[in-house]
């Protein structure tokens, strides 16, 4: 408890793999992915709930799990 976390940016933007998967993995870390909760602080129209599963607001951790 607080304590900060340094991220090992080296890692990502070094990992070997297509450029739009380190930047989707860099926009997810930093809760900036378009999801429907980050579209709705932009006043863009959206659907806030999930479309996959209709249960709960879509978010960039409920994305990714
Ligand atoms: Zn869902």
């Known amino acids: 408890m607080g304590a900060t976390y340094q991220f090992p940016a080296k890692a990502l933007w070094g990992a070997k793999t297509e450029p739009k998967c380190r930047f989707f993995t860099w926009l997810?870390?930093?809760n900036r992915a378009l999801t429907a909760d980050n579209l709705a602080k932009k006043n863009w129209p959206?659907?806030?709930t999930c479309p996959?599963?209709?249960c709960i607001p879509e978010t960039t951790q409920h994305l990714l799990t």
Do not use: D, G
Request: glycine share 0%; with cysteine; net charge negative.
């Open 28 to 30: 997810a870390l930093h």
């Open 46 to 48: 959206c659907e806030p």
């Open 52 to 54: 996959l599963c209709y």
